[in-house]
């Protein structure tokens, strides 16, 4: 049963007049015909336009390319779904039953998803400035400062750094589970070449815990 929502509404630093909206904002396909598809459409649109403007006004020197690479670095599914991480999401989406049992609270993918419904959501129900704010907080630092961008993930690094050094790829391994089914933790091992021990990460995804296992793995290494 998701969470009451006036904890995930004081996270958004915004209260809607409309709860329908904010309710089919966070209501997976999964859950029925009435979901917030529509709005994931408006709502990826809106996080193109507000940070490609915040982009442009904040590099005025930056050609159309480099505009277009940070604007990437900042909007995409990984990216997007690390904010719904931090708003606990998965806490308040309603999801059909397939989608709870197959953990489909802490997939990337309905976690992006969900986040740009709810950009949308934000738009509808009170216009562009509260819309604004919105994405500015959750973007303004990268926007300001594109050399905390990350480009490539951990894992993505660790692989080219293991490739350079002829030297075999990281092993990742699963090592333990644990929670419900629709809010599981994962434990996992990374081992490379050249490192005595391998380094655990966890996450409500193995990927999420295949990327800390990496950056520990690179921070020992030098690489961070």
């Known amino acids: 049963?998701?969470?009451?929502?006036d904890t995930l509404q004081h996270?958004?630093?915004?209260?809607f007049k409309d709860p329908h909206l904010i309710k089919l904002a966070l209501t997976h396909r999964s859950a029925g015909a009435n979901?917030?598809?529509?709005?994931?459409?408006?709502?990826?649109?809106l996080l193109d336009l507000l940070v490609g403007e915040s982009l442009f006004q904040s590099h005025p020197d930056a050609k159309e390319g480099d505009l277009s690479?940070?604007?990437?670095a900042i909007v995409n599914k990984q990216a997007l779904a690390e904010i719904g991480r931090s708003l606990n999401l998965g806490d308040y989406m309603a999801l059909g039953s397939g989608e709870l049992?197959?953990?489909?609270?802490?997939?990337?993918?309905?976690?992006a998803d969900t986040v740009e419904a709810l950009v949308a959501a934000v738009y509808l129900d009170g216009g562009i400035e509260p819309c604004t704010s919105l994405v500015a907080a959750w973007t303004l630092e990268l926007v300001q400062q594109p050399e905390k961008q990350s480009v490539k993930d951990a894992k993505t690094r660790l692989q080219e750094l293991m490739q350079a050094q002829g030297a075999a790829l990281p092993r990742?391994?699963?090592?333990?589970?644990?929670g419900d089914a629709h809010a599981q933790t994962f434990e996992v091992q990374c081992?490379?070449?050249g490192l005595q021990e391998p380094q655990t990460g966890s996450g409500r995804s193995k990927r999420a815990a295949e990327q800390?296992?990496?950056e520990k793995v690179l921070t020992i290494l030098g690489q961070h």
């Open 1 to 5: 049963m998701p969470k009451d929502l």
């Open 35 to 45: 979901n917030n598809e529509r709005l994931e459409f408006l709502g990826d649109a």
């Open 212 to 214: 800390q296992a990496a």
């Open 101 to 111: 049992k197959s953990g489909g609270q802490a997939r990337d993918s309905i976690l």
């Open 69 to 72: 690479r940070m604007r990437s």
């Open 172 to 178: 990742y391994e699963v090592v333990s589970t644990s």
């Open 11 to 15: 996270k958004l630093a915004y209260q």
């Open 191 to 193: 081992a490379v070449t």
